[in-house]
C-alpha cells in the first residue's frame, strides 16, 4: 500500500468514524507524524517487561541482585533503563543482564536456545555445529551404555566432520590421514 499524502510505501493503517462515515487513511511514519499520529510502543513494551520482571520477582530470580542491578560495560545502560523502555542498548547487554534475561526468554519463550531453522544465506558451518553437537550427546550416550563399538564411530564421524569444517569442505568426501592409515569417505 501507498501512503495517501505522499505516495511512498504507508505502513501505518489509521481508522475512525467521523459523522457516521469509515475513514480509512493509509499513511507512511513521516506524515503520520506530521499529523500528529506517531506511533509509539514504548509505554506498553515497557509495561510488558515491568509485567515480567515482576513476576521474576515474585518467583524470587535475582533477588540477590542490588537495586540497581548491572550495568552495561559498553553503552551504561542499567536495569532500571532496561526495564523503562523494554529494549537493550548493545550487543554486551546480553550479557551485562544474562542473569535476567535467561529467566525471562525462558518464561516468554519456553527455552533460551533458538531451535528455529537456519536461513539458506547463513553459513554452513552452524549446520555443522548442531550435528557435531548432536552426535557429541550420542556419543556421551554410548559410553554411558559401554556401546565402545557405536562410540568409536560416533568419535570418527564427529572428527571427521571437524576436519572438514577446518579445511572448508562441507560436503564431507575427502581422502584424510590419521593415526590409523588412509580414511577415505564415497
Not at 532496561?82 to 554486551?92: E, I, N
Not at 568419535?155 to 566432520?161: A, K, T, V
Amino acid at each position: 500500500m501507498r501512503c495517501d499524502d505522499c505516495g511512498k510505501p504507508a505502513n501505518i493503517r489509521y481508522v475512525e468514524m467521523v459523522d457516521g462515515e469509515l475513514r480509512d487513511l493509509h499513511l507512511c511514519d513521516d506524515c503520520a507524524n506530521t499529523r500528529g499520529m506517531a506511533l509509539s510502543l514504548s509505554p506498553l513494551t515497557g509495561s510488558l517487561v515491568n509485567m515480567l520482571m515482576g513476576l521474576l520477582d515474585e518467583m524470587g530470580v535475582g533477588e540477590e541482585r542490588a537495586e540497581d542491578g548491572p550495568v552495561c560495560p559498553d553503552c551504561g545502560l542499567t536495569r532500571a533503563e532496561f526495564r523503562a523502555s523494554g529494549k537493550l542498548g548493545c550487543a554486551s547487554c546480553y550479557e551485562a543482564f544474562a542473569a535476567e534475561l535467561k529467566p525471562l526468554l525462558r518464561r516468554v519463550h519456553g527455552s533460551t536456545a533458538h531451535a528455529g531453522t537456519i536461513p539458506s544465506r547463513a553459513p554452513q558451518d552452524i549446520e555443522t555445529s548442531r550435528r557435531v553437537r548432536k552426535l557429541q550427546l550420542e556419543l556421551e550416550r554410548a559410553v554411558h551404555a559401554e556401546e565402545y563399538e557405536r562410540a568409536a564411530e560416533l568419535r570418527d564421524e564427529i572428527r571427521r566432520l571437524e576436519a572438514d569444517a577446518v579445511s572448508g569442505d562441507a560436503g564431507g568426501s575427502s581422502a584424510k590421514n590419521d593415526a590409523g592409515g588412509a580414511n577415505v569417505d564415497l
